[in-house]
Structure formats: C-alpha cells, structure tokens
C-alpha cells in the first residue's frame, strides 16, 4: 500500500474541509454584522470595510435580487471567485478589485488588473468581472463571458509570469476604456449586468 499517497489524499481533503469551515464561519460573521454593524473592538467604532469586500457584497446582491442567482463566495479550489447558481447549473466568477488610481479631472476612475493566463484559460471561469472602484466609492463593472475576454484582448502579450495586464477606466463623459497597450472602447462590456440572464 502506498502511504505517502493516502496521506497526501488525506491532507488535500482536510484543507478542502479546513476552507469549507472558514467560509461558513465567515459567512455567519456577515449575517450577524448585517443586523448589527460590524464594530471595531479596541474603540467601539464602526470599521471600514474594504472597497474589495463591498463590490463583491454588490456584485453577489445584484446576482440575488436581479437575476435570481443563489450566490455565495467561492473557495480556494473554486477560485476564490463568487459561485452563482440557478436551474441547477452553477458558474464560477472571476472577480478582479482595483481601487482607482488617477487624479486627472478628466477621468471617473482608471484601475489597474491583472489576469493569470492558467484563469483565462480556464473553462471552469466562464465570467470575469473587473471592477474599480471611482473617487466618490462607487463601483464601475466591466463584465466578460470568458471567450469574450480571450477574443477582444487576443492582441494582448503576456507578461514573463504569465500574466496579462489591463487598465480600466471611465472618462467624466462616461466612456469605458481599456488603455495598457492602445486604447479600446469596452462600451460592451461596462456595468454589461445582462449576460447573467
């Protein structure tokens, strides 16, 4: 009998379970902190949540109340995404965060993202959402079914870890950009809430 195999079986399992418990435990924190507001222990106020937390806290609402999604966080096997289910079928999706990174008066937001070329190829990731997040804390969704992505940045390169970079923004008149190597109109794509239907 090979014990090396069976104890590496053993503990892959026990980290899958390890993962479950987090989530659930996590996921508990986040029903109680809905009736109660989440408060910081060391001086009794209110903490801030992170920009990350919030747009997926949306994303997964948005996914609930608009399109009748059951949604939950993804684990680390899953991708650490967000799970959708509905009619049986469930859809793992890639969530990208970016807090904005200009001070132009001529721009919304402008993030910066990065993307692994082993979770655009994938199929198990059929969605990509890349959000930033804008100057006043709103969030700005550009949305990809996965053969989308590959096609309209097919003239994109990897970079030496195998990553492709991408930076999304919005103009004050509202247009969505993508602009790392020459700038595309992503009016496709932006706040593109309907591919989920």
Not at 111 to 117: A, E, I, L, M, N
Request: hydrophobic share 25%; glycine share 6%; aromatic share 14%.
């Amino acid at each position: 009998m090979n014990y090396e195999k069976v104890i590496l079986e053993m503990l892959t399992r026990i980290k899958d379970l390890e993962e479950k418990v987090d989530m659930l435990q996590e996921y508990q924190q986040e029903l109680q902190n809905k009736d109660e507001g989440e408060y910081d222990a060391t001086n009794g106020e209110e903490k801030k949540e992170s920009g990350r937390k919030r747009s997926r806290r949306e994303i997964m609402t948005i996914l609930e109340e608009k399109y009748g999604y059951r949604v939950r966080k993804g684990n680390r096997s899953e991708g650490s995404g967000i799970v959708a289910s509905k009619n049986g079928k469930s859809y793992n999706i890639k969530v990208s965060y970016s807090r904005s990174y200009t001070d132009s008066e001529e721009v919304i937001c402008s993030g910066w993202h990065t993307v692994f070329d082993k979770e655009i190829d994938n199929p198990d990731f059929p969605y990509f959402i890349f959000v930033v997040e804008g100057k006043k804390g709103e969030f700005h969704y550009f949305i990809f079914k996965r053969e989308d992505l590959i096609n309209e940045f097919d003239d994109k390169a990897y970079d030496a870890n195998k990553k492709l970079h991408f930076y999304f923004r919005v103009t004050k008149d509202g247009k969505p950009l993508e602009v790392r190597e020459t700038e595309k109109d992503m009016t496709g794509y932006y706040n593109n809430w309907d591919i989920f239907k």
